[in-house]
């Protein structure tokens, strides 16, 4: 079942509101909660698909066992693009069609993992830390390119690791998910710690590169859109 979602009364319509948003919500992070523990209970993965010329963006929200990887729940959501495109600013484009489709399950997500960033964010506010936030969940964005910012390349190994930088602060890591391939970028979104965010991505990697909450909700994501565009 596919949710229908309009954008919410006073939502930010120019950067000057969203920034003002993102600068009250990034207080009420919190940084010093361990997170559950990796490979137990449910991981939920969310993701977006757009379709820019029509202006739809589509949501999925897709729950495993976190021990067997297996598909436990899932829901999708589809809206109108409730934002503008302006970088930095993209959680509001996706923030009320991803709440639809978490509100849509008929089971508690568990830790929400994000394609995309958030402590990883030139505003230390990125979608997973704004989901987080907003729900309460405790939330990790896997991202699959650096953004803005440096590292230097981890060993080969899998589970290798090396800071993800601004300047000299460390917003997230640079994970090796598979031997000799290039790594994701793990960073903190809300109520998890940047070593268990770590683990908890590397438990959902056992095969490919991303994790399997966000290859799932990837895959849901596309055919919502398809199917509310064609």
Sequence with gaps: ?????????????????????QDELRRRVVLDEPGPPPGTGRVTGVDVAYDDELDVVAAAAVVLDAET????????AVG?????????????REIPTVLAALDAL???PGLVVCDGYGL???????????????TGLPTIG????????TYGDPAPQRGASSP???????????LRTREAVKPVFVSVGHRVSLSAACAHTLALTPHYRLPETTRTADSLCRRALREATR
């Design 1 to 21: 079942m596919t949710t229908t979602v309009r954008t919410p009364a006073g939502w930010p319509a120019t950067e000057e509101e969203a920034r003002a948003v």
């Design 69 to 76: 990887l297996d598909v436990v729940a899932e829901a999708t």
């Design 80 to 92: 109108r693009v409730s934002f503008p495109y302006v970088p930095g600013l993209l959680a509001f």
């Design 106 to 108: 008929p089971c508690p």
């Design 120 to 134: 990883a964010h030139p505003r230390r506010f990125g979608l997973a830390s704004h989901l987080g936030v907003l």
């Design 142 to 149: 896997v991202a699959k390119n650096p953004f803005t910012f």
């Design 164 to 174: 993800l930088l601004a300047g000299d602060e460390e917003v997230g890591r640079a």
